[in-house]
């Protein structure tokens, strides 16, 4: 790269291509130029990559090449996106910083997907987020323009970076497996009805099972769950709640969240609680939320962050203090 202008050594331009097709056909610029009514700089301008290939000259170089026009217009559009890539790769070379700020857990658990020779790259990063650009991930998580009912910031929880790829782990686990569409009935409704069978299982699943090994927040493999999780997630799909585990970071420790994706209500837990009551706990506190506030905002257990309310969130304990007493958890 020489300022603006990029150098490059394996990827040949449409003219140049076209160059060496004319040198076979025993033509030259001065020819070619002739034989499409153009003048001889305009045709110099497109062997040496410094005009485009439009439609128009795509069907002029099919009748005097015989190679068809929809050729020279893909091998354009490739050069063109090369172009491109490589233009935004420079941009993005300068902004490594931002990608130290997220955790490096996300790469021991392969939340980012690199190709060989990519691992400097901001790319995969970018396209785990979903978004075009450091500037644009700013934008979106910390101006107050995550989208939910409506918008808030995570410009003031103590990691954004942390509690954001954390959030996003959940949505790209939601987009893989999607909900299927509900009776129509609400979900406050069926919630009700499914209460005492959620509390019950709640009642028969106090007590994580033993492990020999002890999981961290470095384990690499994949969310871990167990049968209970697993369990949970079913009985809460059949009424048309999504539960996800997500394991979160030591520098945002967050242990549940509630929102709606998608026209879905989804609970977000953490995947590693150390006790089980806290989890249940968690989890009731969060489904507290869907039976009583809808689709209006977002709620994070465990950090901080702006548009909680405290009377909804004084309602969601008490509603969670109910369930945990009615599934026999001494409070």
């Known amino acids: 790269m020489n300022g603006s202008k990029i150098e490059l050594w394996h990827v040949p331009s449409p003219g140049s291509e076209l160059a060496e097709k004319l040198e076979e056909m025993g033509l030259d ?3 070619l130029a002739a034989r499409m009514g153009y003048t001889p700089k305009a045709v110099n301008d497109i062997l040496q990559g410094n005009s485009r290939i439009t439609p128009d000259v795509a069907i002029m170089l099919e009748m005097i090449t015989e190679i068809p026009a929809i050729y020279w217009l ?5 050069f063109d996106e090369f172009l491109s890539r490589e ?7 300068d902004q490594s910083l931002w990608k130290k700020s997220f955790p490096s857990e996300i790469n021991v658990r392969d939340w980012v997907q690199y190709n060989k020779g990519d691992e400097k790259s901001l790319m995969p990063l970018l396209k785990f987020f979903a978004v075009a650009s450091p500037k644009a991930w700013d934008s979106y998580y910390k101006d107050a323009k995550l989208k939910v009912a ?3 910031s995570l410009a003031d929880v103590k990691d954004p970076y942390a509690t954001s790829a954390w959030i996003r782990r959940g949505e790209i686990l939601a987009d893989r497996d999607p909900m299927e569409k509900q009776e129509q009935i609400s979900v406050r409704k069926r919630l009700k009805a ?3 069978e959620i509390v019950a299982f709640a009642a028969a699943n106090k007590v994580r099972p033993k492990s020999k090994k002890r999981i961290t927040y470095w384990t690499p493999e994949a969310e871990v769950v167990d049968d209970c999780m697993t ?3 079913a009985l809460c799909r059949k009424i048309g709640i999504r539960v996800l585990f997500v394991q979160n970071f030591k520098s945002s420790p967050v242990h549940g969240m509630y929102r709606w994706y998608k026209n879905v209500p989804l609970i977000q837990l953490h995947d590693r609680f150390e006790k089980r009551a806290t989890m249940w706990f968690t989890f009731f506190h969060e489904l507290a939320h869907v ?3 809808g689709k209006k905002g977002i709620c994070l257990q465990n950090i901080e962050i702006t548009h909680n ?3 909804k969130e004084d309602k969601a304990n008490c509603f969670a203090q109910k369930c945990m007493v009615d599934a026999g958890f001494k409070m």
């Open 231 to 233: 369990g949970l997630q």
């Open 291 to 293: 039976m009583y506030h």
């Open 194 to 196: 499914a209460l005492p």
């Open 150 to 152: 409506f918008r808030i």
């Open 87 to 93: 233009r935004i790769k420079a941009s993005l070379s």
């Open 29 to 31: 610029a001065n020819d």
């Open 74 to 78: 893909r091998r354009q559009m490739s």
């Open 309 to 311: 309310f405290p009377e």
